[in-house]
């Protein structure tokens, strides 16, 4: 039985490599939002920005952060690409004391930078499934190994 996330992460590679007429390049690095802990406990969640109906613009970034407020991931965008995005969502390493990340079933909050206006406020952004196959809950929650698709519009 082949799991319906190994069937997303498969069609995200496609999408990656350009094939069914769309691609979404890696993005460029994030310099508002810094991860400090990166776990091999994550899930992906990949999709556009658009600002004032627009693509999003150069500088422009996502990020993550867990029920207890922890940042959780962050992505560049990549505007050659209409504003896309892909972001690692790194979950907490039940091996240590610290609080890296998310874990199962936390309730996750995505904030955007944008350099000219700052951070986007809580309830600013408008979150869709549109275009992919398997709309995430919303708010979407942590789940290992999951994919989501979804974008963000601000």
Wanted: include cysteine; aromatic fraction near 8%; hydrophobic fraction near 40%.
């Amino acid at each position: 039985m082949i799991r319906t996330s190994t069937v997303f992460a498969f069609a995200t590679a496609v999408m990656l490599s350009g094939g069914w007429g769309q691609s979404l390049a890696a993005p460029g690095a994030p310099t508002h939002y810094l991860v400090k802990n990166k776990t091999p406990i994550n899930m992906t969640i990949v999709g556009r920005v658009s600002l004032a109906g627009q693509p999003a613009k150069e500088g422009v970034e996502v990020a993550v952060f867990d029920a207890q407020g922890t940042l959780c991931g962050a992505s560049g965008v990549d505007v050659a690409n209409g504003g896309s995005y892909i972001l690692q969502v790194y979950g907490d390493d039940p091996t240590t004391a610290e609080d890296e990340g998310a874990v199962a079933g936390d309730e996750l909050r995505l904030e955007v930078y944008d350099p000219p206006r700052g951070p986007s406020a809580p309830g600013q952004l408008s979150l869709s499934s549109a275009g992919f196959n398997e709309p995430p809950a919303f708010p979407p929650k942590f789940e290992e190994r999951a994919s989501y698709g979804m974008n963000i519009a601000w």
